[in-house]
Nanobody
């Protein structure tokens, strides 16, 4: 089992920044690719970004976040981060981190989930 705990969410004005953190415990953190997902009110959960086990490879959902969001990880601290810049009201959602077996499949197959952290962007 892998336990994931997100933090760093909050209320921010449009154009602002937040850094989300996800601390992992349980099985060896570096054995898992990690991802960030979000779920806006009334919408399905969607993939945001993923990072490989070593941190050497990343992927992002699409142009809506690419260039504004950056995923990173620190295997020594068992933590994955999501730096979010130039935030927009449409980024408002509950953000979840997830652990999976591969950076190429984690958007479709996620083995473990955190409980989520709320991000609200005001206009």
């Amino acid at each position: 089992q892998v336990q994931l705990v997100e933090s760093g969410g909050g209320l921010v004005q449009a154009g602002g920044s937040l850094r989300l953190s996800c601390a992992a415990s349980g099985r060896t953190f570096s054995n898992y690719a990690m991802g960030w997902f979000r779920q806006a009110p009334g919408k399905e959960r969607e993939f945001v970004a993923a990072i490989s086990r070593s941190g050497g490879s990343t992927s992002y959902a699409d142009s809506s976040v690419k260039g504004r969001f950056t995923i990173s990880r620190d295997n020594a601290k068992n933590t994955v981060y999501l730096q979010m810049n130039s935030l927009k009201p449409e980024d408002t959602a509950v953000y979840y981190c997830g652990a999976g077996l591969s950076v190429t499949t984690i958007s479709r197959v996620t083995n473990y989930w955190g409980q989520g952290t709320q991000v609200t962007v005001s206009s």
